[in-house]
């Protein structure tokens, strides 16, 4: 499964980091000056326990975004997902599912507007990370664990069908 994360903070920053330790195809979509962060310094997490992991990653920017993703995780601020949209567009094929990590659900909406309501996934992170100036990530607390489904009903900001609740969990 090819993935792709939008973000490169403490969200999208922690939980790439993870699919990575589990050997997954992972790739950041992140501005130019975190590319070129992440070229030079890798993508850095200490845990909980005070352990440094630098894991070297592909980082690119949205004008070098040109192949689908069977999953893109979306971990950007709201104010960002406008912008986010159209820079992960290409990374959207026929059988992708976008995972958002924001806060609120009134991201659905966007997102199924622009890809349609069945490529749209729900989440729930539990997760206390935080990102600091130099770009390391602080996980600050043990116990980071994922929910995935469907959302039920129809998404805030559409009017599309109700949907299957099933869910599938994960926790690093």
């Known amino acids: 499964m090819r993935t792709l994360v939008v973000g490169a903070g403490a ?29 030079l310094e890798g993508l850095r997490v200490r ?13 690119l920017t949205a004008d070098r975004l040109h192949t689908a993703r069977d999953l893109v995780v979306v971990a950007v601020r709201g104010a960002a997902l406008a912008s986010a ?8 094929g026929p059988g992708s599912q976008v995972l958002p990590l924001l806060n609120g659900v ?9 890809f349609g309501p ?3 996934l729900g989440a729930t992170a539990r ?10 990530i602080i996980e600050q607390a043990p116990g980071a664990a994922l929910e995935i489904g469907r959302p ?15 869910s599938s969990r994960s926790t690093a």
Request: net charge negative.
């Open 47 to 59: 845990g909980s326990d005070g352990t440094t992991t630098t894991h070297e990653v592909s980082a």
């Open 118 to 120: 069945d490529a749209v």
């Open 106 to 114: 009134s991201h659905l909406g966007a997102l199924s507007g622009a």
């Open 152 to 166: 039920r009903g129809p998404h805030p900001g559409t009017t599309s069908s109700t949907r299957s609740g099933a």
């Open 11 to 39: 969200t999208g920053g922690y939980l790439g980091a993870r699919l990575l330790d589990a050997g997954r195809d992972v790739t950041f979509l992140v501005r130019p000056r975190t590319a070129e962060r992440l070229a």
């Open 85 to 92: 949209v159209g820079d992960l567009a290409p990374a959207m």
């Open 127 to 136: 997760l206390a990370a935080t990102l600091l100036p130099d770009g390391t």
